[in-house]
């Protein structure tokens, strides 16, 4: 093959036979994929859950991961955190001409240790070539197939006041990341992306019988935008406080010199969880045996039911209400 991708790598011939056994097969250990134009999955009885996103993250490789890694951690994530497991991934690449074929590799590389990781299968994908200037480089769909828990799940419903706000670790690590790896406005640091995914990890939480009543991850919009629509879709009043929030000193230091509020940096291997005040140290302990969560911290409550609102206690006592994120703070962050 040639070393960057052509549009006649798109046209369904010769030459995309040859990306597609290559790159994506040979990655993915799947020859059915690419026999049938549908897969056909083995599902427990019961509810399946379904999801489906779309990463055009800018830089494509950037410190702790790449376009390939977000995608995995960023599908399985949102499967994990509704309360189901996750089982099957589907991998859609816009490619744009000229790709060089050994960044397609490494990143299709990256894409399947992940899901190998996670442990969940690739089982189909589709693969377009635009012409030069129709893409930024490289575009991933991803949907991604889970069964409902029989047990162990989430119950939203059951939220009452003073259950406690965890986090699982520090707050804003991928924005700053992605931010950094961008160069455009000087910031120089060694932070690491927070891109994994968190199935394994949110699996022996809800193993552990503690009363979990909500779980997200705070991807874009942060921290705050996520507190928010709980808030507003169960009708609770929650309250954090700023000096509980996990906040890296390098996070900290970019945000004062930028203006960005860390609460609604971008998040891509963090989650939250609303749990019963009785339980919250079973779930600091199980988070705190994982390198993803060992910065998990309690960093607030809820105050009441009936009112959706979310409010933030400063370090001189008084309060403040929090807004979804307005406008735009870092576009292509995932």
Same mark, same amino acid.
């Given at each position: 093959?040639?070393?960057?991708?052509?549009?006649?790598?798109?046209?369904?011939?010769?030459?995309? #036979?040859?990306? %597609?056994?290559?790159?994506?097969?040979?990655?993915?250990?799947?020859?059915?994929?690419?026999?049938?134009?549908?897969?056909?999955?083995?599902?427990?009885?019961?509810? &399946?859950?379904?999801?489906?996103?779309?990463?055009?993250?800018?830089?494509?490789?950037?410190?702790?991961?790449?376009?390939?890694?977000?995608?995995?951690?960023?599908?399985?994530?949102?499967?994990?955190?509704?309360?189901? %497991?996750?089982?099957?991934?589907?991998?859609?690449?816009?490619?744009?001409?000229?790709?060089?074929?050994?960044?397609?590799?490494?990143?299709?590389?990256?894409?399947?240790?992940?899901?190998?990781?996670?442990?969940?299968?690739?089982?189909?994908?589709?693969?377009?070539?635009?012409?030069?200037?129709?893409?930024?480089?490289?575009?991933?769909?991803?949907? $991604?197939?889970?069964?409902?828990?029989?047990? #162990?799940?989430?119950?939203?419903? +059951?939220?009452?006041?003073?259950?406690?706000?965890? &986090?699982?670790?520090?707050?804003?690590? @991928?924005?700053?990341?992605?931010?950094?790896?961008? $160069?455009?406005?000087?910031?120089?640091?060694?932070?690491?992306?927070?891109?994994?995914?968190?199935? @394994?990890?949110?699996?022996?939480?809800?193993?552990?019988?503690? #009363?979990?009543?909500?779980?997200?991850?705070?991807?874009?919009?942060?921290?705050?935008?996520?507190?928010? +629509? %709980?808030?507003?879709?169960?009708?609770?009043?929650?309250?954090?406080?700023?000096?509980?929030?996990?906040?890296?000193?390098?996070?900290?230091?970019?945000?004062?010199?930028?203006?960005?509020?860390?609460?609604?940096?971008?998040? +891509?291997?963090?989650? &939250?969880?609303?749990?019963?005040?009785?339980?919250?140290?079973?779930?600091?302990?199980?988070?705190?045996?994982?390198?993803?969560?060992?910065?998990?911290?309690?960093?607030? #409550? %809820?105050?009441?039911?009936?009112?959706?609102?979310?409010?933030?206690?400063?370090?001189?006592?008084?309060?403040?209400?929090?807004?979804?994120?307005?406008?735009?703070?870092?576009?292509?962050?995932?």
């Amino acid at each position: 093959m040639e070393r960057k991708v052509t549009l006649a790598c798109g046209d369904g011939g010769e030459l995309a #036979h040859k990306l %597609i056994q290559q790159v994506f097969v040979s990655a993915f250990q799947n020859q059915d994929a690419s026999r049938f134009d549908s897969a056909f999955l083995s599902l427990e009885s019961g509810k &399946i859950a379904v999801t489906t996103d779309s990463f055009v993250v800018n830089p494509l490789f950037f410190p702790g991961g790449n376009i390939g890694k977000i995608a995995v951690a960023g599908t399985v994530n949102d499967l994990s955190v509704a309360g189901s %497991i996750p089982l099957y991934l589907t991998a859609g690449f816009i490619i744009e001409e000229g790709f060089p074929l050994e960044d397609l590799r490494k990143i299709v590389r990256s894409l399947a240790e992940e899901a190998s990781a996670a442990g969940v299968r690739i089982v189909a994908g589709d693969t377009k070539v635009v012409e030069k200037g129709g893409a930024d480089g490289l575009y991933i769909n991803t949907t $991604g197939i889970g069964v409902q828990r029989a047990e #162990h799940a989430i119950r939203p419903g +059951e939220m009452q006041e003073g259950d406690d706000v965890i &986090i699982s670790g520090t707050v804003g690590d @991928h924005g700053i990341a992605i931010l950094a790896a961008r $160069g455009e406005l000087g910031l120089m640091t060694d932070l690491q992306s927070d891109c994994t995914p968190l199935n @394994h990890m949110i699996d022996k939480v809800l193993e552990s019988g503690a #009363h979990v009543r909500m779980m997200r991850d705070p991807t874009r919009g942060g921290v705050a935008t996520t507190l928010v +629509e %709980i808030a507003e879709d169960f009708g609770a009043a929650i309250e954090i406080s700023e000096t509980a929030l996990p906040i890296r000193n390098e996070v900290m230091g970019a945000c004062d010199i930028l203006g960005f509020d860390p609460l609604y940096l971008a998040n +891509e291997g963090k989650v &939250i969880l609303i749990v019963a005040r009785n339980d919250r140290q079973r779930v600091l302990d199980v988070l705190r045996a994982f390198p993803e969560g060992r910065n998990a911290a309690v960093i607030g #409550h %809820i105050t009441g039911m009936g009112e959706g609102r979310l409010l933030l206690e400063t370090p001189l006592g008084s309060r403040r209400r929090l807004r979804r994120l307005s406008g735009m703070m870092l576009p292509r962050i995932c």
